[in-house]
């Protein structure tokens, strides 16, 4: 074995030999530098590994979260999906419920129509009755005046004579200085202002009093109330007879 051959043996086996021949090379301080590198990229490799760990442990507990955000997306989908299902049961029931009420109101439409009509066609007979009504109470009432008339008339010229006095006129709705008298009746002593009401009232007594009075104002002879009626409550009559009415009742 030659020399060259010797020396790179020595070098691949003994240790020793390899870190002499590297000091006399200077190769030492290289070989520390390369150690504390190998130790620096250990405490590397190591720190690394624990951020990997740690990293792992972070993407885990995302990856966690991840799914159970999934689960609460799809939760909420199929919320959405249902609500989304209701909305258009909703919406189908507003459709019908709209058709509903456009049926209803066009049945409103021809209701009101109807009884527009209705209304129209009642208000028209009411005042067509109303004033046949109205006409034939003025009938009735001239009808009904002038036979009360005649009967107080022939009541009143009886006691008339019987008294001792002589008729000297009768005059039916005299205006008297602006006042109507149903029946006035004057004799050679006395005016006898007569008011004709079927079912006569206190207010109707009040009235004729104070026809009596304008009477009374436009003449020197005395005044007569007369009431004459069909139908005269007691308390009307007792009330007459109290202010000196003479009541003649039929």
């Known amino acids: 074995m030659g020399l060259k051959e010797e020396f790179l043996r020595l070098l691949r086996e003994d240790e020793e030999f390899r870190l002499a021949v590297a000091g006399l090379l200077g190769l030492d301080e290289i070989l520390k530098e390369l150690r504390r590198l190998r130790e620096d990229f250990t405490t590397f490799v190591k720190a690394e590994e624990e951020r990997w760990r740690e990293n792992e442990k972070r993407w885990e507990e995302n990856w966690r979260r991840w799914e159970e955000n999934n689960k609460r997306w799809e939760e909420n989908w199929k919320r959405w999906e249902e609500n989304e299902r209701r909305w258009e049961e909703n919406n189908r029931r507003w459709e019908e419920n709209w058709k509903r009420w456009e049926e209803n109101e066009r049945r409103w439409r021809e209701w009101f129509e109807t009884w527009k009509k209705f209304l129209d066609d009642y208000l028209a007979f009411k005042e067509d009755t109303t004033r046949r009504l109205s006409r034939l109470e003025e009938g009735l009432g001239a009808v009904t005046e002038a036979l009360f008339s005649r009967y107080v008339w022939e009541d009143l010229s009886a006691d008339i004579r019987a008294a001792g ?70 308390e009307v009559e007792a009330y007459a007879r109290g202010k000196g009415v003479l009541v003649y009742v039929y």
Do not use: H, M, S
């Open 165 to 234: 006095e002589l008729v000297v006129r009768r005059v039916r709705n005299a205006d008297f200085d602006g006042v109507d008298v149903d029946l006035l009746v004057e004799t050679d002593k006395r005016i006898f202002v007569v008011e004709v009401k079927v079912r006569p009232r206190i207010e109707d007594v009040g009235a004729l009093l104070a026809k009596a009075e304008v009477v009374a104002g436009k003449t020197n002879k005395p005044v007569v109330p007369v009431l004459t009626g069909a139908l005269v409550g007691r």
